[in-house]
């Protein structure tokens, strides 16, 4: 039966939305899985963004039809060390969201990203307009890590990455950097850009035996083991879209 044309127009929306809104990926994200053809429409590859869909078209993605998720999920995972933060891997390497399919139908996708051998909190949720907002840099949300190093920590490491060291021509800063004993140190980042306490150590020849993500916002790992993993209250999704420090 098909819809009054009204209504139609109502439900029609943009076809990065529509993905956003279908647990696929963030909208950005989206915008980019459009320009690479890998999403069709009632049978047809779009490539042009800002394309309008309906609840009545098939939408697939790498060949697999989407649809749009009524339920908002928002997933907080203490991350193994030895997973990737993907929702598949080329090279066969376990995935991080794969420790929720079992709990979990809807298809959940990470917010930032944790290397493979870094552990600790990371968030999945089929919510992608929480994605953006969480994710970007104007969000200014905490991102709290404790590292451990094989030799001891040079003394003026900490001052030195509280004023902003400059790495390859890229400028890294923590907001905070204290010394927990010879070996370890607490880190707090806020924009936390790809890799950087693995590259600012690296500067000062230093080994990192275990990278840990302990704290997100407001959001801490207490009570939450490697593989562990448990809803966000709504107070907690509240304050990480409206987090101030």
């Known amino acids: 039966m098909s819809l009054p044309a009204e209504k139609e127009v109502k439900e029609e929306m943009r ?10 990926a963030s909208r950005r994200a989206a915008e980019g899985i459009i320009s690479a053809s890998r999403v069709s429409v009632n049978g047809s590859v779009v490539t042009e963004l800002g394309t309008k869909v309906s609840v009545s078209d098939v939408v697939c993605v790498d060949g697999k039809e989407v649809k749009l998720e009524e339920t908002k999920r928002y997933v907080l995972l203490n991350k193994p060390t030895g997973y990737v933060c993907s929702l598949a ?11 929720l399919k079992e709990a979990y139908s809807e298809r959940l996708y990470n917010v930032g990203r944790l290397d493979m051998f870094s552990g600790g909190l990371i968030i999945f949720t089929n919510d992608g307009d929480f994605a953006a ?11 709290e890590y404790i590292v451990e190093v094989s030799t001891p920590l040079p003394r003026d490491l900490c001052q030195k990455f509280e004023k902003g060291i400059r790495v390859e021509g890229v400028f890294y800063k923590a907001k905070l950097a204290r010394e927990i004993n010879p070996r370890k140190m607490r880190v707090v980042l806020i924009e936390g ?7 600012v150590f690296e500067q000062f020849s230093l080994g990192i035996r275990k990278l840990t993500r302990v704290r997100i916002g407001s959001i801490d790992s207490e009570g939450l083991a490697p593989g562990q993993f448990r809803d966000l209250s709504q107070r907690e999704v509240s304050s990480l879209l409206n987090f101030e420090y």
């Open 15 to 24: 076809l990065q939305v529509f993905l956003a809104h279908s647990g696929v």
């Open 89 to 99: 891997d080329e090279q066969g390497r376990p995935c991080a969201a794969e420790l």
């Open 133 to 143: 907002k969480v994710s970007h840099p104007s969000s200014q949300i905490e991102k």
């Open 193 to 199: 850009k790809n890799r950087e306490i693995r590259r």
